[in-house]
């Protein structure tokens, strides 16, 4: 779901499924994150965890303008 609104409102991004890249794991534990999805922004200190639909709307906005 969290795909689905960065696509609707055009937003470029990189996706990295834990799934498939478990490698990714460590470094999502080591900044405490124990649930997807994470969306990171800015820098890797700027992320919302979990499906956070007004949030994510919110961002999309702000990365919009910015691309």
Do not use: C, H
């Amino acid at each position: 779901m969290a795909k689905k609104i960065m696509d609707r409102s055009g937003v470029e991004y990189e996706e990295i499924n834990i799934d498939k890249n478990p490698d990714y794991i460590p470094f999502l534990k080591d900044k405490g994150i124990a649930s997807a999805p994470v969306i990171f922004y800015g820098n890797d200190e700027d992320f919302i965890v979990g499906f956070q639909p007004e949030k994510i709307k919110k961002l999309a906005k702000v990365m919009v303008t910015k691309q």
